[in-house]
């Protein structure tokens, strides 16, 4: 079974561009997460999606910050403009459910943003 | 107030001996999950072991245990026989309901575990 794919791997813009990253969860996860995880913390939930709606947004900067899931597959998170304070690890995951069960989410290898 | 609290920025741990992570919770949901991942310094988050709220007895995962105690909201994670490759940070996580239907995941800040030879 293919596992959560992230691109890109490392990406360094300047402050005030736009990056845009790509998320293709686990086949038949309803659910996909994007997490933040800033140098020596744990990961921060940005936004949740329950197939292609949003079930959680509640911490995302949505001033500079988007997020979408067309067909309730594939993923991508927007930052515009970038802070310098977006430099993180921005971490994709997805599970098969995320109302009736508690069951493990699974992660990709997430995005290293570094924004000079 | 913090959802998981995980209160070793820090821990070292001799090779082949057993080591406990601490975790505690909070959480008014009577319906949830408690997951430990492990993260090396490659990055990627690795689930390890899962404790359900109405589980009765500890998660045991291989050399991975839970010391589930509900009543004092902690979940500690149990190294046994430790090696080398244990070497990563450890999240502590929850699962709860947090708005209508949507299940979050809340993570801890971490502690960083260092096995020395």
């Known amino acids: 079974e293919a596992g959560v794919a992230q691109s890109p791997r490392y990406k360094i813009i300047e402050k005030r561009q736009s990056v845009a990253f790509w998320c293709n969860p686990i086949?038949?996860?309803?659910?996909l997460y994007w997490y933040q995880q800033i140098l020596g913390q744990g990961p921060k939930l940005l936004i949740q999606?329950?197939?292609?709606?949003?079930?959680?947004d509640s911490q995302l900067p949505k001033d500079r910050f988007s997020a979408e899931r067309l067909k309730g597959v594939d993923s991508t998170l927007k930052i515009q403009p970038a802070k310098l304070e977006d430099s993180a690890v921005y971490l994709c995951?997805?599970?098969?459910?995320?109302?009736?069960?508690?069951?493990?989410?699974?992660f990709g290898q997430g995005t290293r943003l570094t924004v000079v | 107030a913090q959802k998981i609290t995980q209160t070793q920025p820090g821990m070292f741990v001799q090779e082949k001996e057993a080591v406990t992570l601490d975790c505690t919770y909070d959480?008014?949901?009577?319906?949830?999950?408690l997951f430990w991942y492990k993260q090396p310094s490659s990055g990627e988050m690795i689930f390890l072991i899962y404790q359900g709220s109405y589980d009765q007895q500890n998660a045991t995962e291989g050399r991975y245990s839970l010391n589930f105690q509900k009543a004092r909201k902690s979940a500690n994670l149990v190294i046994s026989a430790s090696q080398l490759g244990d070497s990563a940070m450890y999240f502590c996580?929850?699962?709860?309901?947090?708005?209508?239907?949507?299940?979050?995941?809340?993570f801890g800040s971490g502690t960083q575990l260092t096995v020395l030879p």
């Open positions: 996580a929850m699962r709860e309901r947090a708005s209508g239907s949507a299940r979050q995941l809340t």
């Open positions: 959480t008014s949901d009577p319906s949830y999950g």
């Open positions: 086949s038949g996860h309803a659910t």
């Open positions: 995951a997805s599970s098969k459910r995320g109302t009736a069960e508690v069951t493990e989410a699974f």
């Open positions: 999606f329950q197939n292609n709606g949003v079930v959680d």
